[in-house]
């Protein structure tokens, strides 16, 4: 796996929408009118802009989902981070659960934000997947990708499965 310059971005930064200047790594672009929190999930909406081998922009049309999610702060000690985890639920227009193929994955409605802000290479927990991938065991998969919230740049995160 090529890992870009992007990726030495972890902590939050100033970026908004106007000022970023694209990534080789999938957007994923998360608008909500609530505060996001542990239980109960707020309602949000969703695109994620993934163009394989050029350049992502937040303005870009969206390749991978544009939609209703519910959305909540995942983990534990984690939540007092600065760069928090969620997980996330893609849902219909009625707020069933919606199965769908995001960034290479097979259909689900269960997936994780997963901030790694302890991980200052923010490598460990995707080379140990990598690792198991290799000797056939089962690992969640995984997309590395740049989140905003709001407009607001929150860094890079792996994107991924729900263990289920």
Same mark, same amino acid.
């Given at each position: 796996?090529?890992?870009?310059?992007?990726?030495?971005?972890?902590?939050?930064?100033?970026?908004?929408?106007?000022?970023?200047?694209?990534?080789?790594?999938? &957007?994923? &672009?998360?608008?909500?009118?609530?505060?996001? @929190?542990?239980?109960?999930? /707020?309602?949000?909406?969703?695109?994620?802009?993934?163009?394989? $081998? $050029?350049?992502?922009?937040?303005?870009? *049309?969206?390749?991978?989902?544009?939609? #209703?999610?519910?959305?909540?702060?995942?983990?534990?000690?984690?939540?007092?981070?600065?760069?928090?985890?969620?997980? &996330?639920?893609?849902?219909?227009?009625?707020?069933?659960?919606?199965?769908?193929?995001?960034?290479?994955?097979? *259909? *689900?409605?269960?997936? /994780?934000?997963?901030?790694?802000?302890?991980?200052?290479?923010?490598?460990?927990?995707?080379?140990?997947? $990598?690792? $198991?991938?290799?000797?056939? #065991?089962?690992?969640?998969? #995984? #997309?590395?990708?740049?989140?905003?919230?709001?407009?607001?740049?929150?860094? @890079?995160?792996?994107?991924? *499965?729900? /263990?289920?």
């Amino acid at each position: 796996m090529v890992l870009h310059a992007t990726i030495a971005l972890n902590a939050q930064t100033n970026f908004s929408y106007e000022t970023f200047e694209g990534s080789p790594l999938p &957007l994923v &672009l998360i608008i909500t009118s609530e505060t996001i @929190v542990d239980e109960p999930r /707020v309602i949000a909406a969703m695109k994620i802009i993934s163009q394989e $081998g $050029g350049v992502n922009h937040p303005d870009d *049309e969206p390749t991978d989902y544009d939609g #209703r999610i519910s959305i909540e702060i995942r983990g534990g000690s984690s939540q007092s981070f600065p760069k928090r985890s969620f997980s &996330l639920e893609t849902q219909d227009s009625l707020g069933n659960n919606n199965n769908v193929s995001l960034l290479g994955m097979p *259909e *689900e409605n269960d997936w /994780v934000l997963y901030g790694p802000y302890s991980d200052k290479t923010m490598m460990r927990n995707a080379i140990m997947y $990598g690792l $198991g991938d290799q000797i056939d #065991r089962y690992t969640v998969r #995984r #997309r590395y990708c740049e989140l905003f919230i709001n407009e607001n740049y929150r860094g @890079v995160y792996l994107f991924m *499965e729900s /263990v289920k």
